[in-house]
């Protein structure tokens, strides 16, 4: 509210009745608490998240600020159930309750290049306005592969009132962070924004860092009906790629039978912080731009008509010394140690390596449109609000693989300890051409039906259209020599999201829902490889090379969305997740092919609590806890693959994952003074299905403070692994440990206006 106050000079010589003097009253400070309705952007209907049966972690754009939350690896610090990891030099890797299979969107369009490799490299956050986690099943919302769950980057929308944002930041290991941003009105109809993001870093483990990052955007609105929207986002990072530090994959044996090193050991005598088995030219360079454009036309008080258009255009560039390998022989004496395989020695040299490197490129071309039209209506004596729509998207990938090396590089031996950078001159050249062309259809409806004042229900359905085309050529690096047969592989299905809402009572809500989801197998036929069915079974690829069903998904979820006041806000929910047709690799036959088979259930059951505590305006408390049992189920033992693993967790699952914040504000006219103490916690893990190499729990502690000098200006330090922990939660080729950073300070100078 907006208060006036008039004051008036006294008349000269006027005699003042005492009673008619006013009095000045000092009055106790008051503040009013608000809390935004957390929506559920990816439903398309103006729902609140309490209102829906599912569950949606938010990391909002008070969070990133105050956690120094720059991309998607670091909302771990405030977001429990999910990882997302560093692997292959700079690819992010996704887990959610368990499960593989995240569909990763900006501003609700789809990154595909994610779902092809099962990681993708993403970029330094630019303008970004919140990260939406959804846990689970969700293909019934955005389409095919969401078996693991959604994150969805949602972008600043420009603003009528002006306002400039800056950031400069300093840290550890040089680094350098520059942020701003700025939006307003060009004129009474259109808005804009433009938001720029660079970081330059030495890096954690010399895996220096480039990020230049921009993000533009307008709105349009010619008249009350009509409102258009256009936004584009460009990036070009360059990282110095880090293959992590080699363990032992055998029980390591001395020339008196001694054990030394127990499989998944590291050397001794590695600094983690320093040692570095990168080769001089290993690096990771992305560039991209994508663009979103939005109209919004109100048909009518009730209806909307929705059009969303996006593009992207993505190259990238990938060298690094990915795999390691110890020198061996089977002459006694020829080294120091020894391991046995089976019942032979094989002696290992324990302090030097070879490395192979790994080379490919890729260009990316996507489109996609979403059209729909929502609104509400009456029907049997309850109100529905409805959405029917029809996605589609392009994507077309050109990779440049099959790598041809030569030069001196490929064959030094390299100390473990004392590694050499730049061994000597390598050449790369590509042996094949793959061409990857992928279109997707799909018709879909959504209802939040009121059924009493109290119930309602939500029902989603989408009906699924994929079909892949794949090309593999031989090539003399990039030219092409023998042009490949194609492969078709299609792929329909339904999926489907239903579930139940009541209030219990204002603000306290229980839920219920049941979900699926489908994600296409891309296998494609190869006579080096003997394929496997659901049943144990050796079978053939058809005639256009389509060897696998799809994967299938089914999640069972209950829950309870609770609010007290501005006391308290909780979210709990319980799962249990099937995933099957799962593709398994099984060795080699007794010709040397390789052996894969679709013969593998997966299973996650957990429950899950999200909290905040808001007991005065000086204190606030944030904490979340997930328990994920997510394991190997039941599979078809074959000749290949005994049924081993059941029971094994999956990799990259550990059963506990925590955070918690504890924020204390002092409060004054001009100065505010914020210390926040906070941890994130994951118990053990495995890198492998057998369960052999082993992640140690980790425990680290975070702490940020800030001191706000005027309206303008706050100065913010923030410290991450205050205890300097050393651990890890991704390897590469399962054996190749990563070690996240060690502790690091940011200090930073923070303007608005």
């Known amino acids: 509210m907006a208060g006036a106050v008039q004051a008036q000079q006294a008349v000269p010589n006027e005699t003042v009745d005492p009673s008619d003097v006013d009095t000045t009253l000092y009055l106790d400070e008051q503040v009013v608490v608000g809390h935004r309705m957390k929506r559920l952007s990816l439903f398309r209907l103006p729902v609140t998240l309490s209102e829906t049966p599912l569950t949606m972690a938010i990391v909002d754009s008070k969070a990133l600020r105050d956690l120094n939350i720059t991309d998607l690896l670091q909302i771990n610090k405030t977001t429990a159930g999910i990882r997302i990891m560093n692997n292959y030099g700079g690819f992010h890797m996704f887990r959610a309750r368990g499960m593989d299979g995240l569909v990763l969107l900006s501003n609700g369009i789809r990154d595909e290049r994610a779902e092809i490799y099962s990681c993708a490299p993403t970029s330094s956050f630019v303008g970004v306005d919140r990260v939406e986690v959804i846990k689970g099943p969700s293909s019934a919302l955005i389409g095919h592969s969401a078996i693991g769950g959604i994150i969805n980057v949602l972008y600043s929308q420009p603003s009528a009132r002006t306002s400039v944002d800056a950031r400069i930041a300093v840290g550890s290991w040089n680094t350098y962070t520059a942020q701003v941003g700025a939006t307003g009105a060009l004129s009474p109809t259109v808005n804009f924004r433009l938001d720029y993001t660079g970081i330059q870093s030495d890096g954690w483990r010399d895996n220096t860092r480039r990020s230049n990052n921009v993000y ?45 090193y127990s499989k998944g050991d590291i050397p001794t005598g590695i600094d983690l912080a320093k040692t570095s088995l990168t080769y001089v030219n290993d690096h990771l360079n992305d560039k991209h731009i994508s663009s979103t454009n939005i109209w919004e036309h109100n048909l009518s008080e009730n209806w909307l008509l929705r059009d969303v258009l996006g593009f992207s255009y993505n190259t990238l560039s990938y060298l690094q010394s990915e795999e390691f390998s110890h020198l061996t022989s089977k002459t006694p004496g020829r080294y120091k140690h020894y391991y046995m395989n089976g019942d032979e020695k094989v002696y290992i040299s324990v302090d030097s390596i070879l490395r192979e490197p790994f080379h490919f490129d890729y260009d990316n071309y996507y489109a996609g449109n979403q059209l729909s039209v929502q609104g509400q209506f009456e029907a049997l004596g309850m109100r529905h609000l409805a959405s029917f729509g029809y996605d589609f998207s392009y994507m077309s990938l050109k990779r440049w693989q099959g790598q041809v090396f030569s030069g001196p590089a490929i064959s030094t031996v390299m100390s473990i300890r004392n590694p050499i950078s730049n061994p000597g001159y390598l050449d790369e050249k590509f042996s094949q051409i793959v061409d990857f062309i992928e279109y997707y259809h799909s018709l879909a409806a959504f209802d939040q039906i009121n059924v009493t004042d109290r119930l309602a229900a939500m029902l989603a359905l989408r009906y699924n259209m994929f079909r892949r085309n794949i090309t593999t050529s031989k090539s003399d690096n990039r030219v092409v020599t023998e042009k490949g047969e194609p492969a078709i592989l299609i792929d329909n299905a339904s999926t489907f999201k239903v579930g139940l809402v009541y209030e219990l009572t204002p603000g306290n809500r229980i839920y219920a829902s049941v979900s699926n989801s489908f994600r ?10 003997v394929y496997l069915d659901n049943k144990g079974r050796t079978i053939t690829p058809n005639s256009t090379g389509k060897v696998y069903a799809p994967e299938r998904g089914m999640q069972y979820e ?62 606030d408390l944030r904490a979340g806890y997930t328990l994920t049992l997510a394991k190997v189920g039941e599979y078809s033992s074959t000749e290949f693959a005994k049924a081993a693993f059941k029971g094994n967790y999956l990799p990259y699952s550990p059963v506990h994952t925590a955070f918690g914040w504890l924020f204390l504000n002092n409060n ?86």
């Open 520 to 529: 296409p197998v891309r296998t494609v036929g190869d006579n080096n490889y």
């Open 558 to 619: 209950a829950g309870i969305h609770s609010r007290f006041g501005s006391l308290l806000a909780l979210e709990l929910a319980g799962f249990h997740i099937e995933k099957s047709n799962i593709v398994q690799k099984f060795g080699k036959n007794a010709d040397g092919k390789s052996v894969i088979g679709q013969v593998g259930t997966v299973h996650s059951d957990g429950f899950e609590i999200d909290a905040t505590l808001t007991p005065s305006p000086y204190i």
């Open 668 to 753: 004054s006219e001009r100065h505010l003074f914020r210390l926040g103490l906070g941890f994130d916690y994951a118990s053990e893990s495995y890198a492998d299905l057998a369960n052999e190499m082993r992640f140690d729990p980790a425990f680290v502690a975070n702490a940020m403070v800030s001191y706000r000098y005027n309206k303008f200006w706050t100065l913010q330090l923030n410290a991450d692994n205050l205890f300097d922990k050393r651990y890890a939660k991704a390897a590469e080729n399962t054996i190749q440990w990563l070690p996240e950073p060690g502790r690091n300070i940011t200090v930073s100078a923070i303007f608005h206006m």
């Open 216 to 260: 533009a955007a307008l709105d349009f609105r010619p008249n009350d009906r009509n409102k258009f929207s256009f936004s584009a986002l460009a990036y070009d990072n360059r990282v110095h790629t880090d293959p992590g530090i080699p363990r032992f994959q055998n029980d390591i044996f001395d020339e008196n039978g001694n054990k030394v």
